[in-house]
Nanobody, 124 residues
Framework: QVQLVESGGGLVQAGGSLRLSCAASGRTFGSYTVGWFRQAPGKEREFVAAIDWGGGITYYADSVKGRFTISRDNAKNTVYLQMNSLKPEDTAVYYC?????????????????WGQGTQVTVSS
C-alpha cells in the first residue's frame, strides 16, 4: 500500500508556472505507475499525465501537451508535475494517483491509490 500527499498548488497568473509534487510513503514506490488528474468545479475528473515506474514512458492529455512535464525521483519517493504557460482553464484541484499496473494498462483503468489533492488557481 502507498500513501500520497500532493503539494505545490497555489494562485498564479496566466502564463505563469507551478510545480506540483506528489510525495509517497512506502519503500516500493519505484514500482508504481503514477498519474496526475484534475477536477474543476462542476466538471468530471480528467486525466492530465502519467509516468511509468522507471520514468521512461509518459502520457499526456492533449490539453497539456507541450506545457506540462511529468517526472519522478524514486530516490525521493516523489513525482513532479511541472506546469508552464498556465491558462485559466487549468484551474482545478490536482490529484496524484498510483498503481502497480503498467502505465499502458493504466490508460484504461482506475488507479488504486489517491492523494487528497492540491488547488491550482490561474487568474486571467
Amino acid at each position: 500500500q502507498v500513501q500520497l500527499v500532493e503539494s505545490g498548488g497555489g494562485l498564479v497568473q496566466a502564463g505563469g508556472s507551478l510545480r506540483l509534487s506528489c510525495a509517497a510513503s512506502g519503500r516500493t514506490f519505484g514500482s508504481y505507475t503514477v498519474g496526475w488528474f484534475r477536477q474543476a468545479p462542476g466538471k468530471e475528473r480528467e486525466f492530465v499525465a502519467a509516468i511509468d515506474w522507471g520514468g521512461g514512458i509518459t502520457y499526456y492529455a492533449d490539453s497539456v501537451k507541450g506545457r506540462f512535464t511529468i517526472s519522478r525521483d524514486n530516490a525521493k519517493n516523489t513525482v513532479y508535475l511541472q506546469m508552464n504557460s498556465l491558462k485559466p482553464e487549468d484551474t482545478a484541484v490536482y490529484y496524484c494517483a498510483a498503481d502497480l499496473r503498467s502505465a499502458e494498462t493504466m490508460r484504461y483503468k482506475e488507479y488504486a491509490y489517491w492523494g487528497q489533492g492540491t488547488q491550482v488557481t490561474v487568474s486571467s
